[in-house]
């Protein structure tokens, strides 16, 4: 067999094999193929090395599957995480209304969100950064968390003083005025939470820190309008509105971290994949 063709064969054997290469040249290496072994093995070799055009799109439609399962956990998550939110509100209304709560650990159930919205972002993550709503709306979440802060610390503090009004009112009026604003703030972070969610799921947005900032005011406006219908003395109101703003506070703060750290370090290692993809 004369090695020029062998040759020449060898170098067309890598096009013959993706599928790419013309009619011509096809006829040429198969009719060498059929006479000689040595070529014949090259091209079982670079069969085994190289994808067809089917197999890379047989790759392609895998990587949509994987993609498209990992969001229907994320979504699954992420509605889980609504429903403990919506099981939260009907806790709060026994609690208001009734007199006692399936449960009250409003600590442990903000704990468990966050911990879903995590694990929900470990499964899927926004390619896209939070738009100027996403960031307005977050803003306003962090106000309403701040303004009620320090209106109840005000409020425990001229009820333990011995006032006789507050905010321009007697103090059995207090209560109902101040739990009409804490309605209207609960609304406002379920309606600013399912926005997040929904810009998520459907915009492919990277905003879980502001999902775990949303649920750290539903439980805040949670615990104070608790803390309304259930006041203990004069001599613990301060005290206790504090421990009950502090720890869905720290709670928040740290989910609100992990969330910004999770989301940079899964950004860094897509970056390395496609690095090293290329």
């Known amino acids: 067999m004369d090695n020029r063709n062998c040759d ?28 000689c072994g040595k070529c014949r093995q090259v091209m079982e070799a670079c069969k085994a090395n190289v994808l067809t055009g089917e197999a890379f799109e047989q790759r392609g439609l895998d990587g949509l599957k994987k993609i498209r399962k990992k969001m229907k956990y994320q979504t699954i998550v992420c509605y889980l995480v609504l429903v403990f939110l919506v099981y939260c509100g009907i806790e709060v209304f026994l609690a208001n209304h009734v007199g006692y709560a399936i449960f009250n650990n409003t600590t442990l159930l903000l704990v468990i969100c966050i911990l879903a919205n995590l694990f929900a972002s470990l499964g ?32 425990a503090s001229g009820i333990a003083s011995g006032a006789e009004s507050l905010f321009g009112r007697e103090l059995m009026r207090v209560g109902p005025f101040l739990e009409r604003q804490l309605i209207a703030a609960f609304i406002a972070q379920l309606v600013f939470f399912g926005y997040n969610l929904w810009a998520i799921i459907k915009q492919d947005k990277n905003c879980g820190w502001l999902l775990n900032l949303n649920m750290t005011g539903i439980f805040l406006m949670i615990n104070y309008d608790m803390w309304l219908k259930l006041m203990a003395s004069r001599e613990t109101l301060l005290r206790a509105i504090l421990k009950i703003s502090f720890e869905p506070l720290a709670v928040g703060i740290l989910g609100i971290a992990a969330s910004l750290i999770l989301a940079r370090a899964l950004r860094k290692k897509e970056a390395g994949l496609m690095a090293g993809g290329q």
């Open 8 to 35: 020449i064969v060898k170098d067309l054997i890598p096009s013959y094999a993706e599928g790419i290469c013309s009619q011509a040249t096809r006829e040429y290496v198969e009719e060498h193929l059929e006479s």
């Open 124 to 155: 899927y993550h926004g390619k896209n950064s939070p738009g100027k709503i996403q960031y307005i709306l977050g803003g306003i979440s962090l106000l309403l968390d701040v303004f009620f802060l320090f209106v109840f610390v005000y409020a």
